[in-house]
DNA sequence: GCCAACGTTGGC
DNA sequence: GCCAACGTTGGC
């Protein structure tokens, strides 16, 4: 099992609008860049887990905790004309663009916020999160970063 | 709202 | 292939 970082903006979508979407599922559309598409459809496997960190917001940091229920198929946003995901160069036949489904497993009790996680940056030196200029909206997450990070909730 | 950092685009 | 211009991200 693999375990990720997946980033939104609270105000677009929070871990609550996860908690009580229908299933508490949700597709994951809209990630519209090629590294974290990658991650997404060639590394995410069924019953990976997923921090779920609000991006953009007065807290930015890790809210609570999903899982894939489904792997990568093709985003239908992006075949959408009009729509804000839309992107001509994706196809039908030839998808540009892709989603996994996350499922609402918990939501902490006390956020692990980002500056938390910048004070225990000695015991996290690798996570991505906390480079400096780093915008990638899905990254992975080592065992270790998983176990430690859990056990600050 | 500001702005640094980054990815993408497109002219050359 | 280079790189300036531009748009986006996201912390502050």
Avoid at 8 to 19: G, T
Avoid at 44 to 60: A, L, T
Avoid at 118 to 141: C, Y
Wanted: proline content about 5%; glycine content about 6%; hydrophobic content about 35%.
């Amino acid at each position: 099992m693999n375990y990720w970082l997946m980033k939104s903006e609270p105000d677009v979508f929070s871990i609550d609008d996860l908690k009580a979407a229908p299933r508490r599922t949700t597709a994951w559309d809209g990630v519209r860049n090629y590294q974290a598409r990658n991650f997404m459809r060639d590394g995410m496997k069924r019953g990976d887990q997923v921090f779920f960190y609000h991006s953009n917001c007065d807290v930015p940091g890790i809210y609570g905790i999903g899982r894939i229920s489904a792997e990568a198929y093709p985003d239908e946003t992006a075949f959408q004309r009009g729509h804000d995901h839309y992107d001509p160069k994706s196809r039908r036949d030839a998808p540009t663009w892709y989603v996994v489904d996350v499922t609402f497993v918990r939501k902490f009790a006390r956020a692990v916020s980002l500056e938390t996680l910048k004070q225990h940056h000695a015991d996290l030196p690798e996570m991505l999160i906390l480079r400096r200029g780093n915008r990638l909206s899905v990254t992975p997450i080592s065992e270790h970063e998983w176990q430690f990070i859990n056990a600050l909730t």
